[in-house]
């Protein structure tokens, strides 16, 4: 009898590669085990619609009926607790054993928590599941003055969504500029007057050193430089960390990240890792990268499901990221590491543009507003000769028209 696929984790990236293996014909059982009660879910609309309308159908992946006819177990709420190789068993918090014939590891990442003296008081939050955005969104009825600890994505689409509905809002962030490990320095300046204007107060270069209470409630925090801040909650959104534990447990290399090859397959051959637990080639420098993303994690599933299928080819998909602030829609393709030069454009009717360089190739575009060119840049990014600077400023930067001739050439 076989055992079939078993994939730990049930979000995007578990829930895409279950689909993709039926999509793909694969016939032997498939098996999702999620430490999440109900239906897989899309976590992105978390900081963002669903925080405001609230609404589990809306975040729902497919339906219960989309499981049930694609013959796809799903084992949840259930921890997976220990993988043993030699056998091909993963045990579960509740004595359970499932086996399996391929393994996939696509556990996630975890919020990470600052050591912050005082961090375990009462409403101090952080953001990762469905649960945490219903705790969010009812203490946003009873309180009024947010601080929020990190200023990338989660904290800045949080923080939007909180200044529009009327509360007083302060990022505290202890880098320099706003998502500075994700965006370039121009990027970061619009995103810090988008903000500003909104009405939300940035604290830049400097840290959190602990929370203040009253009665085991936070009542503000102390910042490094021995400022006080008052407010009555407390969002943590200072990063995540790969879940990688259950990998190195079992002994397969782990390195910021499960190591995973061209084929996003681990140490051993009967297991893969997916998303944002796993470290993968860079497929333009081949330096391993880990990338967390929704669309990394699908496309990551997709590969491994034609490779389950007989269909192996290298993972080389364009990786690209987006954040919707407000009413600003911040779009990245491309990986921008190292870079050594940028250009930035910013149109009449609104739309902001960076190109990013690295000895005159293009490596990545941020956008804002403007799809047409974000979608463009994808395309340029996957021709095998890359893109040019000189290409570009012989067209005066209009990516979209670069890449109509270069097409129509092709």
Aim: proline fraction near 5%; charged fraction near 25%.
């Amino acid at each position: 009898m076989k055992n079939g696929v078993v994939i730990i984790g049930t979000g995007q990236g578990g829930f895409q590669l279950a689909a993709s293996l039926r999509q793909e014909g694969f016939e032997d059982p498939i098996t999702l085990i999620g430490d999440e009660p109900g239906l897989p879910y899309q976590r992105p609309p978390l900081s963002k619609a669903y925080l405001k309308d609230a609404r589990p159908e809306t975040i729902q992946l497919r339906p219960e009926s989309f499981f049930e006819r694609n013959g796809i177990r799903l084992v949840a709420p259930e921890r997976a607790i220990g993988i043993d190789r030699a056998d091909k068993v993963v045990e579960t918090l509740t004595g359970g054993f499932i086996g399996y014939d391929h393994l996939v590891l696509a556990t996630g990442a975890r919020n990470a928590t600052p050591p912050i003296p005082g961090i375990e008081a009462e409403n101090v939050f952080s953001l990762r599941t469905a649960t945490d955005a219903d705790r969010l969104r009812d203490a946003l009825t009873r309180c009024r003055k947010v601080i929020v600890i990190g200023g990338g994505f989660i904290g800045l689409e949080f923080a939007a969504v909180a200044v529009s509905a009327g509360h007083r809002v302060t990022v505290v962030e202890t880098a320099t500029r706003l998502m500075a490990r994700a965006i370039s320095p121009a990027m970061s300046e619009h995103f810090r007057q988008l903000h500003e204007e909104l009405g939300t107060t940035l604290i830049l270069g400097t840290g959190v050193t602990g929370m203040l209470q009253d009665n085991g409630c936070v009542r503000g925090v102390r910042l490094a430089d021995g400022n006080i801040l008052e407010g009555d909650m407390v969002l943590l959104a200072a990063g995540v960390r790969p879940n990688t534990e259950l990998a190195e447990a079992a002994g397969l290399a782990v390195a910021n990240g499960i190591v995973v090859d061209a084929l996003l397959g681990t140490s051993d051959p009967h297991i893969s890792a997916l998303g944002d637990c796993a470290a993968f080639p860079d497929p333009a420098s081949g330096d391993p990268i880990r990338l967390e993303s929704v669309q990394a994690a699908t496309d990551h599933a997709r590969a491994i499901a034609r490779r389950l299928t007989g269909k192996a080819a290298h993972y080389d998909a364009v990786p690209w990221f987006w954040s919707d602030q407000a009413h600003w829609k911040l779009q990245i393709a491309g990986f921008a590491r190292d870079t050594d030069a940028e250009h930035a454009i910013e149109r009449e009717d609104g739309r902001k543009l960076v190109f990013r360089f690295k000895m005159g190739q293009l490596l990545a575009v941020e956008t804002i507003n403007a799809a047409g060119e974000h979608m463009a840049a994808r395309k340029l990014l996957r021709r095998p000769a890359g893109v040019t600077r000189k290409e570009l400023a012989d067209r005066d930067f209009d990516i979209s028209s670069l890449a109509k001739t270069l097409k129509e050439l092709s």
